[in-house]
């Protein structure tokens, strides 16, 4: 079945990814990024996989950005099907060294941005009484992990913000939200983050350096064969997965690694159902869809 799919953050990695998948497979896609100029990557890999897309302008940042992508989307397709939340921005630093531009940056990427853009696909899918949320977490939005605070911080949020929608808004208005949560992915990700260390002046000479050489040097053996990073296609195929599900979970990790990774924190209720469940049996006793 064909569905209008919102994606955002396609100008490469992961994004682009899920909307060559998406797009391959016959759903209408709207392929959103911050600067629709570097969408040349985007566009070659839609015309090698014989698929189509229609490219947006939208920055997560900006609410007058996301709420004019929504507003043409609607006008053209008459409705949101799915709305993927792919942007995002890595950050490594301790939170001692970062400044508070930097916090503010890594906060309103990975976090304000996610809600901004839901908030502007709810109104259309609640009317519609049907609609889905994919989000991309983290592994890092689940364990808390060296230098990774603030990222972990936002994606924490993010976890929390879907998972409260999922108590309410999901099982009264049949809108499913989803988090996606892998570990690392090879992909220009990576390198973005790398970049953005080495801006806010890279190693610094203090007592912290002694342990972000050790962890970087962690990260750096696991990014080999069998450790935690998968390629783009390999998570996009989840995405995809989840998509797919007529009762997709409220979590799902995107390798053994993961859910390894994770399994403290994930083993009583590894995709959130349960607690889902719990939530609405506290809260409402029963919860029956609202009709139009």
Known sequence: MSRSLLITGTSGGL????????????????????????RAALDAALLQAGATATVLQLDVRDQASVDAAVAQMLAETGGIDCL???????????????????????????????????????????????????TISSVGGLVGQPFNELYCAAKFGVEGFMESLASYVG???????????????????????????????????DDYLPLLQAYIGGVQSRAGAGGSYQTTDE??????????????????????WAEAFTALKTAADPDGRKLQAEMVARNFGTLPLVQK
């Open 235 to 256: 998570v996009a195929d989840v995405v995809l997965d989840c998509l797919a599900d007529p009762k997709p979970p409220v979590r799902l990790r995107t390798s053994s």
């Open 84 to 134: 993927v939340n792919n942007a995002g921005a890595g950050f490594v630093r301790t939170v001692e060294q970062a400044s508070a531009t930097e916090i503010d940056w890594v906060l309103d990427v990975n976090l304000t941005g996610v809600i901004r853009c839901t908030k502007a696909v709810l109104p259309a899918m609640r009317a519609a009484r049907a609609g889905r949320v994919v």
């Open 171 to 205: 099982p009264a208005f049949n809108i499913h939200f989803s988090l996606v949560e892998p570990g690392g992915i090879a992909s220009d990700f990576n390198a973005s983050v790398m970049q953005q260390f080495a801006a806010g002046g890279g190693m610094r000479q």
């Open 15 to 38: 994004g682009l990814a899920i909307v060559v998948k998406a797009a391959k497979a016959g759903n209408r896609v709207y392929a959103t990024m911050r600067d629709p100029s570097r």
